[in-house]
């Protein structure tokens, strides 16, 4: 049986990710109309018929369709927003992924890939912003560093998905398992940027037990008592496997599921996001229908824990993001990106993203495979 209320979720580019996201939502009861939108390919139509299934055995969305529009179309996308007026947006389309990464060229500083990423959120953004669009936007291209960069034009997607969250389910996991409690007993905060989710999992970073590491903040408690810091970051710390290549997208699509349940839903619920209005880097939030608010620890400052994302997020490769959105490389990212693609990243401020992203594509497109 179908779900005949509920919410509009609109979930664009149905790619390995946006895909995995769109079939975990059509399971939703709180979602009444869920909708796909990007190129007509077959593949999408595909799963959008097997996502209608899914929905009609999991009493979840009464709809679930799919729109055809190019992302890369403001006018085309201002259009589709005015015509489906979407209570949740999750932004899952992207010029860059980082398992297209060609083997030769994954030596590269995440961030390096950060205007391919940023280019069609934007566009969308602006079309957001041209409709008036009251939809929530949950951006899932790298958002940590995204978000910074479009808060400079007061486009910042509303919130991001991954990253932060995976490590707090982490955590929550091995703390509820030490201390012998259920989950529900444990409440994990963190402030934590993307490029320090290699302390959490092998997939990313097996090595971690330099000193010159991503810094992050976390308060864990076990029924409102404090987790010693040493167990915390032990527990972080310890060796946790996941799916290889994409399969582990299926995690980062249920960490989206979990924030689209919260978007809509009335009650605040406790999560950990990346960059909530644009803030650079992930922090502790409480969710509902009314919004996104910080939830920071006792004692941490917003100031402190933007100054931890933005120090962190040097090993990403990005030195700063500027307050006109300009992105800043580490000379270490430069002469990567000058060795690898051959070409001379710096500075990229907005009125060249444009260009910057058809040279990084051209750069790609040559690397052998």
């Known amino acids: 049986m179908s779900n005949s209320g509920g919410a509009t979720v609109l979930v664009a580019g149905l790619g390995d990710l946006g895909g995995r996201t769109f079939e975990l939502l059509s399971g939703q009861p709180r979602i009444g109309r869920l909708l796909g939108c990007g190129s007509a390919r077959a593949s999408s139509r595909s799963l959008v018929a097997q996502s209608a299934l899914i929905a009609e055995t999991l009493s979840g969305p009464a709809h679930v369709g799919h729109v055809e529009v190019d992302l890369a179309d403001g006018s085309a996308v201002a259009s589709m927003l005015r015509r489906i007026q979407p209570d949740v947006t999750v932004f899952a389309a992207s010029r860059h992924s980082w398992w297209r990464t060609p083997p030769t060229a994954r030596g590269l500083p995440y961030g390096v890939w950060l205007p391919m990423q940023l280019s069609l959120i934007r566009t969308f953004m602006q079309a957001h912003r041209e409709v008036g669009s009251a939809s929530r936007v949950v951006a899932l291209a790298h958002p940590d560093a995204a978000g910074p960069v479009l808060a400079a034009e007061g486009l910042a997607p509303h919130v991001g998905a991954g990253n932060v969250a995976e490590v707090a389910a982490k955590v929550r996991l091995l703390v509820a398992t030490q201390y012998a ?15 320090a989710e290699r302390l959490a999992f092998a997939l990313f970073d097996t090595d971690t037990t330099g000193t010159d590491l991503p810094p992050y903040l976390a308060r864990v408690t076990v029924r409102g008592q404090p987790v010693p810091v040493e167990d915390i970051d032990r527990l972080l710390r310890e060796p946790y496997h996941l799916s290889a290549g994409t399969g582990s997208h299926q995690l980062t699509a249920a960490t989206v599921a979990g924030l689209v349940h919260a978007l809509i839903g009335d009650q605040p619920e406790r999560l950990n996001v990346p960059s909530p209005a644009g803030l650079p880097g992930g922090y502790p939030v409480t969710v509902s229908r009314s919004g996104v608010e910080l939830d920071l620890p006792s004692g941490v400052s917003l100031s402190e824990a933007v ?25 270490s990212a430069t002469e990567a990106a000058r060795e690898l693609l051959g070409l001379t990243l710096t500075d990229v401020p907005l009125n060249r993203l444009a260009a910057v992203v058809e040279d990084l594509a051209a750069a790609v497109s040559v690397i052998p495979r």
């Open 307 to 331: 100054e931890v994302n933005e120090r962190a997020a040097v090993f990403d490769g990005i030195a700063r993001v500027d307050s006109a959105g300009t992105i800043h490389y580490t000379e």
């Open 181 to 195: 409690c259920d989950r529900d007993a444990v409440s994990v905060r963190l402030v934590m940027h993307h490029a």
